[in-house]
């Protein structure tokens, strides 16, 4: 066996060793890719005497770009030759040599997201003040670059729709402006790489020549642009490997296009090999991603297999409520950490990342260390802070934090300078700032051009004052909502809008909660509850469990899985309901969940959300049946906190909001960025504990860890449990499991 492949399997080791021409691997789910990769290049160099220089490794992140050098430093001399890289990375390279070609300086700049919206807000606004029409412009742009067409390819596309002149206008004067500022947005890295290829023969001969080898990794992410880009910088040798698994193909909502696997097939008559022996679960767990995937049929047929054994028989729990799934989830937690597992072995992956809530809650009660990865704490999500920050006006007219946050959301046209003028105002009149917001109507001494601006915010107020003089919590929040018109102001299709109104649904719903179960309650203590589940101790933490979407997961893997909120409509996502292809993509994103497990899987649903003002039913996923799962005859507990608020839903008139985001029915991800974000760290996880229950009865002074002092209202035996339900001093009523929530009686 020669040097560096007698790691392979046999599978592996076919593609490896075919290295003249075009062949596309397709890469089961933990099959080991990224050590095929390295082994090939490895191969290439020590046993084909290729030059490192000679060698292209093309990848999507930047840390799987670090992990590939870091493999072939220890594989092979010269290591550091090897073209290993991001998309973007690579095309900026190439740019810098030749982009003078194209009428740009070499030292052009890179603008990221936020220059570019400048840019286009700018732009529209010389013409007509609509944000709206900014937010399409950006959309277009960005669309239109990753499928290679231009502003009159757009216009040709969408002639009949009203704005797309205005649209096309805009992209134009976007365009130009990069290139008299001698800028490149990232959009254009590949775009302007791409017409540098095709347009001058100098620096495609330069790169054809020089990349003999080339390998893709994550090929069916490939959007048009990076597939053209791949067939140009192999024009000459057609030596290209490309490695990728269609039925991974998750991310059709940035431009990948899954047919550029198939089109690979056929542009380069390539051959095609299977990896499909996965190194990572066990039998049961493979056994259920085969069945599901099979129900897609735009795929290259392949089948898993794993010489691990059965493993542990995949758990289906059917919660009546969202409330009742998450303590399910807690009780499974603590009787895997009985048998061993750590909670950073553990991670709860959802379809959106709305559904997290109920579960940063129920970890805070039951003081369970967790990581949010790839987003935001729930509370912490800007949609949620402004929602809150009226809230936190009405409760405290001196809070100038809250009343800076919102002044201009949504947009009234007031920027620093007015702020500065009325806090101005304020200090030397010596009122406060809410006061000289509310009185700006009957001010004499600001100009009239901060009056006008002023004045709809001050009628907001005012009016969100007076509704809470005479309604609940719950009731004022969807005033606030209504009254805001956020259904309107998150309309535009995206999938960050639709995130956001997933979102603020979801604050709703814990409000609701909240307010059933502490009648009377006020806005103040209802803040001083988000506070607490807002706050986060700063001691370090290793072991966490890990919160997740799905999408931000991918490459992941832990050796328990929580798959939660497996309802239709959730998972797969209401908006793909009808649309074939939208649900093969839903389809994958469930199997990218299934694999990500190693050892464990549990499969969770609610059989009703609280939604939309009124608790509703929830059909089971059709997932959970194509896995090949047997769901049980389901009969409904009472487990907690929410389930006693549930008997209270409905009481109050709130008939008046109903019609509070009804057209609004799509769930959907929006990836905030992999990053970390560490979340209610604690020392210690809960174990169900052997407590006396002899010391808690109706009337017993309790302390719990987070919530200080509170007093028992009541006892009920639940699922093999005992909750109580305790009136804390600092956050009001809460039922909680006894076995789990660490109260301590007072001496």
């Known amino acids: ?91 900026v390279t190439i740019l810098r040599k030749f982009i003078d070609r194209l009428g740009y300086d070499s030292n052009f700049s890179i603008y990221g997201e936020q220059e570019k919206e400048r840019i286009i807000k700018e732009i529209v606004s010389q013409s007509q003040d609509d944000d709206d029409l900014a937010k399409k412009v950006i959309k277009v742009v960005s669309d239109c670059k990753n499928a290679a067409l231009d502003e009159e390819d757009y216009l040709a596309r969408n002639k009949h729709d009203a704005e797309a002149e205005a649209i096309c206008e805009c992209f134009k004067q976007y365009n130009a402006r990069l290139k008299s500022s001698n800028a490149l947005d990232f959009d254009d890295l590949l775009v302007k790489t791409l017409l540098l290829l095709k347009s001058v023969p100098e620096c495609r001969e330069y790169y054809s020549e020089k990349f003999r080898y ?89 089948n898993l297999w794993t010489e691990k054994g059965n493993g542990v028989k995949i758990e289906y729990y059917g919660a009546p409520t969202e409330s009742a799934e998450a303590d399910f989830v807690v009780r499974s937690i603590s009787g895997l950490m009985d048998v061993g597992y750590s909670l950073s072995d553990m991670a709860i992956l959802m379809r959106v990342n709305a559904l997290s809530r109920p579960f940063e809650q129920r970890f805070l009660q039951y003081n369970i260390p967790c990581v949010i990865y790839g987003g935001f704490k729930f509370f912490d999500r800007k949609e949620i802070k402004d929602v809150l920050a009226y809230l936190k006006i009405i409760a405290n007219h001196r809070d100038d934090e809250a009343i800076t946050r919102v002044i201009n959301f949504p947009k009234r046209g007031i920027g620093d300078g007015t702020v500065a003028q009325l806090k101005n105002y304020a200090s030397l009149t010596g009122i406060s700032l809410y006061d000289a ?256 229950l002899s010391k808690f009865k109706v009337g017993t002074i309790v302390i719990h860890k987070k919530f200080g002092k509170g007093v028992i209202l009541s006892l009920s035996p639940n699922a093999g449990n005992s909750y109580a339900e305790i009136k804390f001093e600092r956050v009001g009523n809460m039922t909680l499991a006894l076995e789990y929530a660490g109260l301590k009686t007072e001496d």
Request: a negative charge.
């Open 1 to 91: 066996m020669e040097f560096g492949l007698e790691e392979l399997n046999s599978e592996q080791l076919k593609p490896v060793l075919d290295t003249e021409g075009a062949i596309l691997v397709t890469a089961g789910a933990g099959s080991g890719k990224t050590r095929l990769l390295t082994h090939r290049i490895a191969h290439l160099v020590i046993n084909n005497g290729v030059k490192p220089y000679n060698i292209l490794a093309i990848t999507f992140t930047n840390k799987a770009a670090r992990e590939m050098k870091e493999r072939l430093i220890d594989m092979i001399p010269d290591a550091d030759k090897v073209w290993v890289s991001t998309f973007h990375s690579m095309c």
């Open 214 to 302: 080339i390998h893709i990794d994550e090929f069916q992410d490939t959007n048009t642009v990076q597939y053209e880009l791949v067939k140009l910088l192999s024009c000459k040798y057609r030596n290209v490997m490309a490695v990728g698994d269609e039925d991974q193909s998750i991310y059709g909502w940035r431009g990948a296009d899954i047919t550029n696997i198939k089109n690979f097939i056929k542009d380069f008559n390539s051959k095609v090999y299977k990896l499909e022996q996965n190194y990572r679960s066990t039998k049961n767990i493979i056994n259920a991603a085969n069945v599901l995937i099979k129900n897609n049929t735009s795929r290259i047929d392949k």
């Open 437 to 692: 917001i509310i009185d700006v109507e009957h001010n004499q001494d600001l100009p009239l051009s901060v009056i006008k601006k002023v004045v709809p915010f001050a009628a907001v107020l005012k009016a969100t004052e007076e509704f809470s003089k005479t309604n609940d919590v719950y009731a004022t929040a969807r005033f606030i909502v209504k009254v805001l018109d956020l259904k309107t102001l998150y309309s535009e299709p995206t999938e960050e809008n639709e995130n956001r109104k997933m979102n603020i649904r979801e604050l709703l719903n814990s409000i609701k909660e909240f307010t059933v179960s502490n009648q009377g309650a006020s806005v103040a203590e209802y803040l001083q509850t988000v506070s607490l589940y807002s706050d986060t101790d700063k001691e370090e933490e290793n072991s966490k469990i890990t919160i997740a979407t799905v999408h931000s997961a991918k490459g992941l893997e832990f050796k328990v899985v929580f798959v939660v909120g497996l309802e239709e409509g959730g998972f797969p996502i209401s908006r793909a309901l009808g649309d074939d292809d939208e649900i093969e993509e839903e389809r994958r994103l469930m199997y990218v969940a299934i694999t990500r497990a190693k050892e464990r899987l549990y499969l969770t649903r609610a059989r009703s959300r609280f939604t939309y003002g009124a608790r509703k039913e929830s059909p089971i996923s059709r997932f959970i049946a194509e896995a090949g799962i047997q769901v049980p005859q389901e009969t409904s507990f009472r487990a907690g906190f929410s389930e006693r608020s549930d008997y209270g839903y409905g009481k109050g008139n709130y008939s008046r909001y109903s019609s509070d985001y009804d057209e609004e029915k799509d769930y959907s991800f929006y990836d905030a960025g992999k990053t970390t974000v560490p979340v209610y760290q604690k020392t210690a996880a809960p174990k169900k504990q052997s407590v006396d």
